[in-house]
DNA sequence: TCAATAAAATACTTTTTTATCTTTTATTAT
DNA sequence: ATAATAAAAGATAAAAAAGTATTTTATTGA
């Protein structure tokens, strides 16, 4: 198992596409980011077109079009991709699938992944989706392959 | 998402289960163990199978047969029970779901994900299955809902 | 207005995961 | 030996996730 589904991998990987070839007002096709993250297109098409429907995206139809990032979604942090497509069950859900875990009805893994799950959702909700723009320019990280 | 798939969530479960209730030598059935998890039979008996072959758990069958933990059985990691069910990507994999993801072909998060990687793995290594044995007795933590 | 472009929406297929059902094998006690 | 017990094995079924294809809507520029 992966810590994100696949649906969130390919979604996180092309709002990092998108912030990085979009940085200066421009728009961006969906073959280009598919090709650009190396993802199967019409299933990232999908993908795109619920966050686009939540907000965390922008898009334009017609020629010229493409999705895009103003500038509160750049600045959005990266617990909010993964919130849209994965729901929340990573930031508070039983490591053991325990609907009625809790404080006073634990499992016996409870404040261990209590750390574990704050350490995820500090990391994404540290990390914006335009943290990496200038990184990416200079191609020291890899968003295919 | 949850961390662990639903097979593995019920094979943790399952594993602290019958360490609580045969340490005295004894075995418990497929069906109070089903029970005593709150999973469903036929699947958990799939999950639990599959331990035993693999030499996770002990099993013997005919009247008074049953599952059961040996001594080194009890010591093991429970990293060990997730590898055998989920393998170990979620201890190796990249979190964006990279193939050539490394060191010197890095994701953007690559970093963040290999600190809560090592603190999944650590945390899972550190716990044996036979760890709860005496809480559980207690009650205070529970396997169930 | 019309053709071209590109995302949105819808419907469908495949694969994987989760779950169930039936038959077989090993063991015990009578 | 035989009947009862309980796990092992195998075959199927249902649900969810992943992936594909087709049609519709919005926008632009000639």
């Given at each position: ?46 993908i ?22 103003d ?10 991709v ?48 335009g943290t ?14």
């Amino acid at each position: 198992m992966a810590i994100f589904s696949k649906t969130c991998e390919y979604g996180i990987r092309a709002v990092f596409f998108i912030a990085h070839k979009t940085a200066k007002g421009n728009r961006i096709g969906i073959k280009e980011i598919a090709d650009g993250i190396d993802s199967p297109e019409p299933f990232l098409a999908k993908i795109l077109q619920d966050l686009s429907r939540k907000g965390i995206i922008q898009s334009f139809k017609g020629p010229h079009g493409g999705f895009y990032l103003d500038e509160s979604s750049l600045n959005r942090p990266l617990s909010d991709v993964v919130e849209a497509v994965d729901g929340n069950s990573l930031f508070n859900g039983c490591g053991l699938g325990l609907k009625a875990c809790s404080e006073i009805n634990p499992c016996p893994l409870h404040n261990q992944f209590k750390e574990i799950r704050n350490s995820i959702y500090k990391m994404l909700k540290d990390t914006t989706i335009g943290t990496f723009n200038d990184e990416l320019l200079t191609g020291i990280f890899s968003l295919k392959k």
